[in-house]
């Protein structure tokens, strides 16, 4: 049996060399043959990987960056990724700057994990879901969106006048590397727990075709101070929504009228334009939830729904 190999901070280079080559833990699990639960476990860090899985690994990681190298796992977590080409980590301030107050009730308002519904960028009709992560970072609030298949997306969050705006980029399948924003309805007091709005980017076609998408977002957990509890909760969940995703179940779950919502997107006859009007907006928090929508309201069945779909995956994080 192959001794296993300390390397410090392994976790760490290991998830930068996931977000250069855009794996999945499927994929990485398939690449060092290992069960996709031994890669989940060096991903979360609780475990480290055999001599033969480094030079797995390492071979892997060559095919994609050149003279790549066993003795590349023994440097900084910083060195490791300016080796892979990606860009330095914020290096943390020597001051003790206390946290922007607008950051704490964004926080507040939207930090955690949500599930984003829209349809197809193709014109099917059918219901996908993604992973987005609000997390408080370097003074400001980021974001992460990923459905599990090896999309993945970050970027920024402005908040204004109760609207967040996301702009980022995202790594598809292929490689390739596209622009990503969200233009959505917030919430101004208490904690959101049902967002919704456009989703904008272009279609894999020939021409690259700009499009846009209606989206609902629906609050899963709150936000998680602790960010390798927040990382491993969101792969743990992409993980899980891809599968329900390849096999077209999240439609299932939910009902009717959220299909209708998403794949009928709305327009102004009179300005030409796509646009989620007052009528149409389905963002709501808490405390106005529990105002103005009783116990067999809709937004409350689906967020119901969704509590039980993901509780048996978000519970064991």
Known sequence: MSRSTEIDRFNEKLN???DRLNLSRVQLAQAARVDTSVASR???GRVHPSDQ???RLTELVRRQIGHFSRSDWNL???????RLGLALPQQPSHTDAPRVPELDESVALYGG???LTHSSFTGMRRLFGFLLDLQAEDDRLNFELGDGFGYRARGEVVIDQGKLCLHGSA???SHQVWPIYLVLNGVQIYRAVVIDGLLLSWCRDIGRTPAALRTIGWRLTAH???VVVARRRFEIAAAFIAAENQAGRLQD???GWVSAEIFDMPSSPVHGALRVSAERNLAVEEMTLSLIEPPSGPRRQVLRALSELFAPVLGAV
Request: proline content about 7%; aromatic content about 10%.
């Open 16 to 18: 930068l060399i996931r």
């Open 42 to 44: 060096w991903v979360s």
């Open 53 to 55: 899985s480094i030079v």
């Open 76 to 82: 900084t977590v910083v060195d490791f990724a300016m």
């Open 113 to 115: 994990l949500w599930l």
């Open 171 to 173: 790594v598809m399948h």
């Open 224 to 226: 998680a101070p602790n």
């Open 253 to 255: 779950h939910l009902p």
